[in-house]
């Protein structure tokens, strides 16, 4: 294993970042191009994205929601008569579509491209500090040139949309007026009525308490995974994924193996490979990691191997040819794709606060407080420093995995 201090960026840093081509014989077909990177960061007014790398500026987007698949990204804008909400494609800042609605509402989510978004009341809230005995909802939908508004009797948050468009995925919370736990359910669009959400093996799924800690989706937007601890009797703690998905409607889940489950939230990270196949879970305080295969809906394999260091949130990103990026504090370490064997390994100058890799898999970005570091796959060189002109405090950068709130801290789950 290489270890390497970070330095003083190479003087080759942007002949390497810039796009290039390798040349092929003249009979082998011409590859797809590459899109340009777009880096996406959670800031604490919304999503900001940096484009025209290495250089480029930052886009701040307030009251922002991505897509589920990050193919756009949906904010809001406040003014006396009510509420402009703006989709942008990130890839050019295009404006995608505007629709203005009455009253003061947010994104709650959005689905694939953006085609549909659900908005809610920001005064209303959500989760186990706010009661209520209804839910409204207001859904958008391209094409639809009127908002739709939708009165549910309960205490609803959404979830995510299903990838036809005739479901909404939603969080209820129980009791209502003075919540406790919550589960997940399916509203019907059609008839607006609320149905219970079912297994692979179509059986209505039992409830189960249960503290949800960290959600990614799938790369097309297809899938939903949110992990989940259990603390069962004798204080023993069982890990697992829960798997929603959003085409076949259907709920599963994937249990993880004992030595996973620290009560530390921040030491958890999950990560989908690029092709959607391939699911992994590290846990920063046991050092375990665990590969999952999405079709299987089993573990696959599983390795132990320290990453990380003190402080801040861990975080994973799987590459495009197989390699996995495990960071936490200022430490951040790549596992071999075939043998899950330490390859390169980084000490930072700062808090890790999110880890991208680039659309052709040559790079890794690994978000700092104020600026990105750019690091070369291959080798592990340090290839040079993104700090756009605008950039807000990074949260977290990358598409992977974000926390769920706190107010998930007992939870009656679906599985």
């Given amino acids: 294993m290489r270890r390497m201090m970070l330095g003083t960026v190479a003087v080759f ?19 797809e191009p590459v899109p340009e990177d777009v880096l996406f960061l959670r800031t604490s007014s919304g999503i900001s994205l940096v484009r025209d790398l290495p250089a480029g500026d930052a ?15 949906v904010s809001t804008i406040f003014h006396d008569e009510g509420t402009r909400v703006e989709a942008i494609e990130p890839e050019s800042g295009a404006l995608l579509w505007s629709r203005e609605v009455d009253g003061r509402l947010e994104v709650d989510v959005a689905s694939e491209e953006a085609t549909m978004v659900a908005l809610g009341d920001p005064d209303e809230g959500a989760g186990y500090s706010f009661g209520r005995t209804s839910t409204t909802l207001v859904i958008l939908e391209e094409g639809v040139a009127e908002p739709r508004t939708i009165e549910l009797s309960g205490n609803y948050e959404p979830e995510a949309f299903s990838t036809d468009g005739q479901s909404l995925f939603v969080v209820e919370y129980l009791p209502p007026k003075n919540p406790t736990s919550y589960r997940v359910r399916r509203l019907d669009l059609r008839t607006e009525e609320v149905v219970g959400v079912y297994t692979v093996d179509a059986e209505l799924q039992e409830s189960m308490q249960g503290t ?8 097309d937007g297809r899938r939903l995974y949110t992990l989940y601890t259990l603390e069962a009797a004798a204080g023993v703690r069982h890990t697992f994924v829960h798997v929603l998905s959003l085409d076949e409607l259907w709920a599963h889940c994937i249990d993880l193996p004992a030595a996973f489950g620290t009560s530390d939230e921040r030491a958890m990270a999950i990560s989908v490979s690029p092709d959607g196949s391939r699911l992994y879970v590290a846990d920063a305080a046991t050092g375990m990691v665990a590969e999952a295969d999405t079709e299987a809906l089993t573990v696959t394999r599983t390795a132990e191997t320290a990453f990380g260091s003190r402080g801040g949130m861990a975080h994973a990103v ?4 197989g390699p996995l990026y495990l960071g936490k504090g200022n430490h951040l370490l790549e596992l071999d794709a075939s043998t899950w064997a330490p390859d390169h390994s980084w000490e930072v100058e700062e808090r890790i606060t999110g880890l991208q890799t680039s659309n052709d898999g040559g790079r890794l970005y690994v978000g700092l407080k104020d600026r990105i570091v750019i690091l070369d796959t291959a080798t592990g060189a340090r290839l040079g420093v993104v700090d756009p002109v605008g950039l807000e405090t990074i949260d977290q950068l990358g598409t992977s995995t974000r926390s769920l709130d706190e107010e998930r801290t007992a939870t009656e789950c679906a599985c």
């Fill in 13 to 31: 840093a942007v002949v390497m970042l810039a796009a290039g081509s390798r040349p092929e014989a003249l009979s082998a077909p011409e590859a």
């Fill in 212 to 219: 949800a800690r960290v959600q990614a989706a799938s790369p």
């Fill in 318 to 321: 799987a590459g495009r040819d």
């Fill in 59 to 73: 886009v701040n987007l307030t009251n922002a929601v991505p897509a589920i698949d990050w193919s756009a990204v």
